[in-house]
């Protein structure tokens, strides 16, 4: 389950950490030209004709050929993996099997759901220490879609401005079908296990499965419903408030995900060492999306965003319409104050790209991204006629990668302002415990957005480039509410919990809490609210 579109920008990215080291090149090159042999010599013995004199010797020295051919390759793959070890699992990963999870990889306290979303069924692996077992759930990749979107329906129509009443078309009883196929069939493994790591699949990875809800018979559903019909907007019976008492399935587990299997090894055998000291926080908050009087964008920044058309809305004039977030930098602030220590703070006009891709990032505990993040759309487009290191290959074109937006006015230093999925893993350098991305913007429920290929291979660049985890939202959350998640949670990293931890007890306090509007009272224990981010990594 790697995304496609994270295994394309590594096919076509000659990968900056690397190109700098002789060694490591000249080790690739011979490597490149060892597989390109094997082919040739796979080929010669296909099409060797039929009737030929000699043919058998021909065959036998072709054969013998093709031996030494993979002995040379193992022996040439064997010394990348001991001297570029991440390398090597992030660009051509091996089988993670279930020996692996059970005697290297998983602790005592985890368990591994790993769903395969197939046409007409979904294959679902549980995998501890101590069992594996697996499920073929009859159920059409396309009902799983079907469910998912109808949540994040309710959800995006707010997240555009619509009333947060719309926020009651989220159906328990739609939480609780995708908990009864998806996770109870395997609810045997995940008893007394703490920590669930998701390796999703498709629609799965657009959605958190902290917010399915595990019981949903008559009697919730009843107490549901009176909930409802007694809320009226007081501090007492605040709107929303009859999703307070509903089973979420994130009250027994901390969920943590990851965009592939071959993540978790890579993050658990090959950790990038930590090198000399580090400041505590660098973030980029507030960036400036929309030309001032007689400014305009630059070409560069136009040409990256007509590739993203459709992932922002637009005015009556055509142009962009991308909502600029002044709230973030007062969480960047107020962020950097609990944690203390020395920090870089880049707001405003100073959140920008090249900063970004320049090395200021390399030596920060904790990275905050507190900017739109544009994750739907179709990222690969017709293939189109291109060399790669093998030569004269057939190359798909990328267009509207996975992107964040920095600032985008002004003097961008040669840049265009996005911050792609291919630059963070070929220019952005990271050792960071945690890379936090707010306010990010999942671009609503078209087909292409609920594949999670956004998601998957946005978060797959960040780990590649040096993050153990990442804080990631599936779709934009009201300001105060993201700005009370993200300081909880820091707050609660500064008091010594693990981000884990300290993103599930951020998560539970938001889900207990509630805001006024005029002289309204709302409830966040709505999903909206509290489900929106989720930890990705280990």
């Not at 994270?6 to 690739?28: C, G, I």
């Not at 759901?113 to 697996?134: C, D, G, K, N």
């Not at 007689?294 to 993203?308: C, I, W």
């Amino acid at each position: 389950n790697q995304s496609r579109i994270f295994t394309e920008m590594m096919r076509q990215a000659d990968v900056a950490k690397f190109s700098s080291d002789p060694e490591f090149l000249k080790v690739k090159r011979k490597r490149e030209e060892q597989q390109q042999q094997i082919e040739n010599l796979r080929l010669a013995i296909a099409t060797m004709p039929l009737k030929q004199t000699g043919l058998d010797a021909r065959r036998r020295d072709l054969n013998v050929r093709l031996t030494a051919a993979n002995a040379g390759l193992t022996a040439t793959e064997d010394a990348l993996w001991h001297d570029y070890p991440r390398f090597m699992e992030l660009t051509n990963p091996r089988p993670v099997t279930v020996q692996d999870l059970q005697q290297k990889l998983l602790r005592a306290d985890e368990v591994l759901l790993s769903y395969v979303l197939l046409p007409q069924e979904v294959a679902i692996f549980a995998v501890t220490r101590e069992r594996f077992q697996m499920v073929n759930v009859a159920v059409k990749r396309a009902d799983v879609a079907s469910r998912v979107r109808a949540i994040r329906r309710a959800i995006e129509k707010v997240a555009v401005g619509e009333s947060v009443l719309f926020l009651r078309e989220i159906a328990p009883d739609n939480l609780h079908s995708l908990y009864r196929d998806l996770v109870a069939p395997l609810a045997a493994a995940l008893a007394g296990k703490r920590k669930v790591i998701v390796v999703a699949d498709g629609p799965l990875l657009t959605v958190p499965l902290e917010l399915l809800v595990t019981r949903y018979g008559q009697a919730e559903q009843r107490a549901f419903e009176s909930a409802r019909a007694a809320s009226d907007g007081s501090a007492e019976r605040p709107f929303l408030g009859e999703y307070g008492a509903l089973a979420y399935l994130g009250k027994d587990h901390r969920f943590a995900y990851l965009p592939s299997l071959s993540a978790l090894a890579s993050q658990r055998l090959y950790p990038k060492t930590v090198v000399g000291s580090r400041q505590a926080f660098t973030a980029f908050a507030d960036p400036i999306f929309a030309p001032a009087a007689g400014q305009n964008y630059s070409p560069a920044t136009r040409v990256a965003l007509d590739r993203l058309a459709g992932n922002y809305r637009v005015d009556r004039d055509g142009a962009p319409d991308i909502r600029r977030l002044k709230e973030t930098a007062d969480e960047a602030r107020s962020i950097a104050r609990i944690l203390g220590g020395s920090n870089h703070l880049f707001i405003g006009a100073a959140a920008q790209e090249r900063t970004a891709k320049s090395g200021a990032l390399k030596d920060s505990l904790y990275v905050l991204f507190a900017t739109h993040g544009f994750l739907g759309g179709e990222f690969l487009s017709a293939s189109e006629p291109g060399a790669d290191s093998a030569g004269g290959a057939v190359r798909a074109k990328s267009r509207g990668q996975p992107s964040l937006a920095l600032t985008l006015v002004g003097d961008l230093g040669g840049e265009d302002g996005m911050l792609t999925m291919k630059e963070v893993i070929e220019d952005v350098e990271l050792n960071a415990d945690l890379v936090a991305l707010s306010a990010c913007n999942t671009a609503g429920d078209s087909a292409q957005a609920n594949n999670g290929e956004g998601f998957a291979g946005l978060t797959r660049a960040f780990m590649f480039a040096g993050a153990r985890s990442l804080l990631v939202s599936h779709w934009s959350v009201d300001s105060l509410s993201t700005e009370a998640l993200m300081t909880s949670t820091f707050r609660n990293i500064k008091r010594g919990e693990t981000v884990l931890e300290a993103v599930s007890d951020a998560r539970r306090e938001l889900r207990g809490g509630s805001y006024v509007n005029g002289q309204y009272h709302f409830s966040r224990s709505n999903p909206f609210f509290w489900a929106a981010f989720v930890y990705v990594g280990d």
